[in-house]
Nanobody, 126 residues
Framework: VQLQASGGGLVQPGGSLRLSCAAS????????TGWFRQAPGKERELVTA????????YYSNSVKGRFTISKDNAKNTTYLLMNNLKPEDTAVYYC????????????????????WGQGTQVTVSS
């Protein structure tokens, strides 16, 4: 599975961006996916994740209520809609995917993600 993240850019505080993670090589309809981010000098952290059915999700406390993850299996793509962006959201965002045994399992352990995209830069600044 190859993952291609896109949609990053420069946005003002309070603005919105939508990231896309397009998969190729294999359908991700039975893969759990997630979005991670890594800011300069910090460790990579899980931001949000979704089960392959789309029925279960996880959000970190720092983005809960502002970010929304979704998955379009027909397009083999996972999305991250980010609203009310803050300067502390500035980071390189990575999408990741892994197999899951059941449709409603949300994977939240970094080491369990087998496939990674190349990252897209999100900068929130006035």
């Amino acid at each position: 599975v190859q993952l291609q993240a896109s949609g990053g850019g420069l946005v003002q505080p309070g603005g919105s961006l939508r990231l896309s993670c397009a998969a190729s090589g294999r359908t991700i309809s039975t893969y759990a996916t997630g979005w991670f981010r890594q800011a300069p000098g910090k460790e990579r952290e899980l931001v949000t994740a979704i089960a392959w059915s789309g029925g279960s999700t996880y959000y970190s406390n720092s983005v809960k209520g502002r970010f929304t993850i979704s998955k379009d299996n027909a397009k083999n793509t996972t999305y991250l809609l980010m609203n009310n962006l803050k300067p502390e959201d500035t980071a390189v965002y990575y999408c990741a995917a892994t197999g899951a045994l059941r449709p409603n399992i949300v994977v939240t352990t970094t080491s369990l993600f087998l496939y990674w995209g190349q990252g897209t830069q999100v900068t929130v600044s006035s």
